[in-house]
């Protein structure tokens, strides 16, 4: 840090062009690489053990390379791996986790921008005391609402099922979705919808073929925080599904953690980059979006 | 599609009922509606009043009054998860505010490889707890980990083995948990710095005041917002805390964990004492209120009341 002190002079923006190797950049750089050592230790721990037989892993050394490469822990944990009395492997639950996704991504979004648009351009008597509960309730912890959730779902008899999980992806995802499409449509100019409403057009006219194609980046960042969010979500999942219906983080810790047989280290973290592998894919196809998707988790309304 | 009966300004001749005045608007937040008032207000004072009771496999109306908080406050399970969640919280707060600050100013400084460095800071956070806690958890492990490892590079008496070692394992726990999160902050605080004005810096160098100390007597206290925000943020993950404690190292060893969310969960849906998961989640609720009151507070109450 001393080092940085000593160099008044040159201005952090400035618009000269900077030594190569001034003693600010040799730190700056230095921080940086050793803290993304910190970042991609685990990632490559995870690969590289993932690739390696069991008996190369018992010799020791979790960061070598592996000598011998070998798919075969990916293919055991995608089809082999076994929790409790079931070995169908992780595909299991990657088809329950699709099966979840899919209509939780679609039912949240579309009736968290439907909000969104009424919140802003249909704004009725306590349509805002309506906004502020549910922004507040995003504050409540899970923990107080899951069991009245559970008798909920056992009154309409979705308690176990992939739709049960569907529904409270949906409840859950909506503050933050709603808040993220509120503030896209209040940023529309509001000319845009009175002249479409003196053409003639309603709610849903409006909705379809105005508010919605110009909101389609919000439509991106809103599928890409909802897909992570959901895929990485464990807790409900553990909570308001049973067994056969697991979605693969539950299923992942399961295999894992279970106490039963001898540890396949190396099936174990093919099986967590499998799970990992959707988020990242989309983390990385992404770019830029997914820090928006994020930071409108810190954006106040 | 149909179309909403009434414009904004009602036509003459129809019926000037106000609860049929954009009633399509109100017919599409109808699942909004549902979810404020059934799910998190109904669920809440349902939960709140229930715990108040002695409901064990189901719940039943047998008032107890406040026997369950009594009884919480004298478990040790509880009082060791509140420690512990005390312990991770407070490091967990200071580092990953000092990391994701320091992060963000190294790499607003103009540097290469900017997006690349961003990249490989964030995106753990796009993983899930789960992951996180196992990938955590197998480079930990004693025996084939980063201890044997260190331990063949000569330096034989290394000992570092949270997951099995009561006293350390909280930050066991914090390596991951930062490692997660870290990165999610420094994205926050980079667009903090952003927007800040440049005129700033080149006033500070006009001045001669060193780097360091702009960032200190200047920037922070400007960025007063993003660092509420940030706090808000990861005061509102520690007590969520539960996934990465289940898939790292399942509360133990022992109980020395645990944490009040894990608690909370293996009340209701294990130990079949539901009247004590509701007076443990009541307690997580009211320390949610006393954070965020005073948030609150400072960040609407003083703008548009006072």
């Known amino acids: 840090m001393a080092d940085m002190t000593t160099n008044t002079a040159q201005g952090p923006r400035g618009p000269k062009p900077k030594k190569a190797f001034s003693r600010t950049n040799i730190f700056l750089y230095g921080t940086l690489i050793m803290v993304s050592m910190y970042y991609l230790l685990p990632l490559y721990v995870m690969i590289v053990t993932s690739l390696k037989g069991m008996p190369e892993i018992r010799m020791g050394n979790v960061f070598g390379p592996p000598m011998e490469i070998t798919f075969e822990p990916w293919v055991k944990a995608w089809s082999e791996a076994c929790t409790g009395i079931n070995c169908d492997g992780l595909s299991r639950g990657f088809g329950n986790s699709v099966r979840i996704l899919i209509p939780s991504v679609l039912l949240s979004i579309a009736i968290a921008s439907i909000n969104g648009y009424a919140l802003s351009n249909w704004k009725f008597k306590g349509s805002e005391t309506f906004f502020t509960i549910l922004i507040i309730g995003a504050f409540i912890p899970y923990q107080t609402m899951l069991y009245p959730i559970v008798i909920m779902l056992r009154e309409i008899g979705l308690m176990g099922s992939i739709w049960g999980l569907v529904l409270v992806h949906t409840v859950f995802g909506m503050p933050i979705l709603t808040l993220l499409f509120r503030n896209y449509f209040t940023s529309i100019p509001e000319e845009l919808f009175k002249a479409a409403r003196v053409d003639g057009a309603g709610f849903w006219q409006i ?57 396949e280290y190396n099936v174990n973290m093919a099986a967590t980059l499998l799970t990992g592998l959707v988020p990242l894919v989309i983390y990385f196809a992404s770019g830029k979006l997914f820090v928006r998707g994020i930071a409108a988790g810190a954006v106040k309304g | 599609m149909t179309v909403a009966s009434d414009p904004p300004r009602a036509r003459s001749g129809k019926r000037p009922n106000r609860l049929f005045k954009n009633w399509m608007a109100k017919l599409a937040s109808l699942p909004m509606i549902l979810t404020a008032l059934v799910v998190f207000v109904g669920g809440t004072a349902w939960t709140v009043t229930y715990s108040f009771t002695g409901s064990r496999m189901l719940p039943k109306t047998n008032w107890v009054g406040f026997d369950q908080y009594e009884r919480l406050w004298s478990s040790d399970r509880w009082i060791i998860s509140i420690k512990n969640l005390a312990i991770y919280g407070i490091c967990s707060l200071i580092l990953t505010l000092v990391i994701g600050f320091t992060l963000a100013a190294c790499l607003d400084r103009k540097i290469r490889f900017e997006g690349v460095f961003r990249s490989i800071f964030l995106y753990p956070f796009a993983l899930s707890f789960v992951v996180t806690g196992l990938a955590w958890q197998w480079i930990l492990n004693p025996d084939f980990g980063m201890q044997s490892v260190v331990r ?155």
């Open chain 1, 207 to 263: 909705y379809f073929q105005i508010m919605m194609p110009m909101a389609l980046p919000i439509f991106v960042v809103a599928i890409i925080l909802q897909v992570t969010g959901i895929w990485n979500d464990f807790l409900f999942g553990v909570i308001y599904t049973k067994p056969a219906t697991y979605p693969m983080t539950v299923q992942l810790n399961n295999i894992v953690n279970s106490v039963q047989g001898v540890k």
């Open chain 2, 152 to 306: 063949d590079w000569g330096w034989t008496t290394f000992n570092f083995d949270p997951l099995n070692n009561p006293d350390i394992v909280m930050f066991g726990l914090l390596i991951a948990g930062i490692w997660q999160g870290s990165g999610l902050i420094m994205c926050i605080m980079l667009a903090g710095l952003r927007g800040i004005d440049e005129d700033i810096w080149k006033a500070a160098k006009v001045d001669g005041i060193g780097t360091v100390k702009t960032y200190v007597m200047v920037i922070i206290p400007m960025m007063r917002p993003v660092f509420v925000t940030a706090l808000v943020l990861i005061a509102a993950g520690i007590i969520k805390l539960y996934d990465l404690v289940v898939a790292q190292t399942g509360g133990g060893p022992g109980l020395s964990s645990e944490v009040p969310a894990k608690y909370v969960i293996e009340l209701m849906f294990r130990a079949q004492n539901l009247g004590q998961g509701f007076a443990a989640s009541t307690m997580m609720l009211c320390s949610v209120v006393i954070i965020l009151i005073p948030w609150a507070y400072l960040e609407f109450g003083g703008r548009k009341r006072g």
